[in-house]
């Protein structure tokens, strides 16, 4: 190394590593800018926000002219030589605004020599979701043409011809005068006329019958420079058929001038008389449905109505209003609802109906017993959509049953456990308490006096005693308790679970006092107090039989002593 020399270390390169987002975002603003249409986006007022290069050429703003933040009028002012091209795009866009919806065509838009270029244009209108406009995307490429006028002409109409001959969509052209100026092939497929017979006719040759109708309509759309959809119309064909039609009319524009009308008419005849039909049969279904006495529903997989009938209404008594939407965990309580889930799922997963039972809760707090039938509803492809079913109110039924129920089981003028009940819960307490090795007992009890109140006070005081003895014994006794009348004035208790014989002692002692308090019925005030055996097992017997006689021979042996107390059975008594 030589003086004045420096020592470096190394030259290292300094790599930039974009992330990918950035690289992507680089090719996608290459892409749009160098792409060969002109491609354009305007905010909701029309004022220019993005360009590419072949939009600024298109538009003669190459050079540096700026155009950011101007609408097509303002750069129209700015560039007088322009402003034909500008007023055309302009009045394009407000259609396109119009229409709400993608639209395409093609535009004659003058340059500043005053030639005319013919551009294919697709515009795409963006809303808001408080349905203001937000932006508009266009996208725009000129046509090239050879230069021999007629030659340009010649192609021009072969494009056009072929577009129209495209569609199934029959489709027309007339000037103010309602003449015909063009026709697509699947119009004159629909009118039974070839195009040489049609074009250059007036509309009262082609269509002599609803041509006022249509005239008037037409009148419309070309003073008001806006279209006209989906007007259904009934159209009488020179072969002397009459068909509906769905008919759009749009202005028919040459530059900045509307010169006619285009219409777009489908032929909806077939599908009218479908839509007819199904509407009837579903009138009909209607009908029926709002007939019949069951309830109908349909429910979507989540079980939310969507589809009932006034029957159903009447079942679940919400307010109409109310019902769409309703979920049955509305009119359900948990327990009801869970198992209203398992058999909807036993559907989905199966495919096959059910029928069940179950409690639902109305509007007004009340409840009620459904019995219903559901089915899947599936849609084209087999997939299940949602549910099915009839309903009917069955409450009235079960409640008979449940009164059955308790009749069979229950003394009709005390309301207590009957015999054939208490005997099927002694046996399910013996059984229990030979499994735990614990003891359980048996009090008969019987009225010391109540022969002589039915004589002297009659069976209808005789029948409030016997109410009210039922009330005290229960007031005695513990939930897991049972009092049941064995008929007369006897009555059994069953004690299902005790510790030693001392506790049965002390419920029946406490029984014994609580009869012998007074009794006021009828204006007489006077006492009934009651013998009670008592019988405990395992040590007095280890079945029902056995039990219940020993406790009927203690109850008898508790009479012999005088009345109005309670003896333990002991092992002499049987002899």
């Known amino acids: 190394m030589t003086m004045g020399e420096t020592r470096h270390s190394p030259m290292r390169r300094i790599v930039v590593r974009r992330p990918k987002a950035s690289v992507e975002a680089e090719y996608f603003r290459a892409l749009f800018t160098d792409f060969p249409e002109a491609i354009m986006l305007k905010d909701g007022q029309g004022r220019w926000q993005v360009v590419n290069r072949a939009a600024v050429k298109l538009f003669g703003l190459d050079g540096g002219r700026p155009w950011r933040g101007y609408t097509d009028a303002q750069l129209g002012a700015l560039y007088p030589e322009l402003k034909p091209r500008f007023d055309v795009c302009a009045a394009s866009d407000e259609r396109t605004w119009y229409a709400q919806r993608e639209t395409q065509g093609y535009e004659r838009a003058p340059d500043a020599a005053g030639e005319v270029h013919v551009l294919a244009v697709r515009k795409i209108p963006y809303f808001r979701s408080d349905g203001t406009r937000d932006s508009l995307v266009v996208i725009a490429r000129e046509l090239r043409y050879p230069a021999a006028p007629r030659e340009r002409l010649r192609q021009r109409q072969e494009e056009l011809e072929t577009i129209l001959d495209s569609t199934s969509t029959a489709i027309w052209y007339k000037d103010k005068t309602h003449k015909f100026l063009q026709v697509n092939r699947a119009a004159c497929a629909s009118i039974g006329r070839s195009k040489l017979d049609i074009v250059g006719r007036l509309d009262t040759e082609i269509f002599p019958d609803h041509v006022d109708l249509h005239r008037e309509t037409e009148h419309e759309v070309m003073a008001s420079e806006r279209p006209i959809w989906n007007r259904i119309e009934k159209l009488a064909l020179p072969t002397g058929r009459t068909i509906d039609v769905e008919v ?186 030979r499994q735990h090795q614990r003891m359980a007992a048996v009090l008969f009890l019987d009225l010391d006096r109540f022969k002589n109140i039915n004589d002297t006070l009659g069976h209808v005081v005789g029948d409030q005693l016997l109410q009210g003895v039922a009330g005290r014994l229960q007031a005695c006794l513990s939930a897991s308790d049972t009092v049941a009348r064995m008929g007369g004035d006897e009555f059994l208790i069953l004690l299902p679970s005790i510790s030693a014989k001392d506790e049965a002692s002390q419920a029946a002692r406490t029984i014994v006092d609580q009869l012998q308090e007074p009794w006021l019925l009828a204006g007489e005030e006077f006492r009934c107090p009651a013998s009670v055996g008592i019988a405990v097992f395992p040590d007095d017997g280890e079945d029902q039989g056995t039990l219940l006689r020993r406790a009927d021979i203690a109850m008898y042996q508790a009479k012999e002593s005088g009345g109005n107390t309670c003896v333990l059975s002991q092992s002499g008594m049987n002899a």
């Open 248 to 433: 759009d009319r749009v202005p028919y524009w040459q530059g900045s001038n509307v010169v006619g009308v285009i219409v777009f008419a489908r032929d909806i005849t077939e599908r009218l008389r479908i839509e007819t039909a199904l509407r009837t049969s579903e009138e009909r279904y209607r009908t029926i449905l709002a007939e019949i006495s069951d309830g109908y529903f349909e429910v979507d997989l989540r079980g939310n109505l969507q589809f009932y009938n006034r029957a159903l209404v009447d079942i679940l008594g919400y307010p109409e209003e109310e019902m769409l939407g309703l979920n049955n965990r509305a009119y359900t309580d948990p327990e009801n609802a869970q198992a209203l889930y398992q058999s909807f799922n036993q559907v989905y997963r199966t495919g096959t109906p059910f029928s069940a039972e179950w409690q639902i809760i109305r509007k007004d707090g009340t409840t009620r017993y459904m019995d219903a039938r559901v089915s899947l509803i599936q849609d084209e492809q087999g997939n299940p959509t949602g549910f099915r079913g009839t309903a009917r109110d069955i409450t009235q039924r079960k409640e008979i049953e449940v009164r059955l129920h308790f009749l069979a089981h229950h003394d009709v003028l005390t309301g207590l456990a009957n015999r054939s009940l208490v005997m099927e819960r002694l046996a399910s307490a013996l059984e229990t308490a």
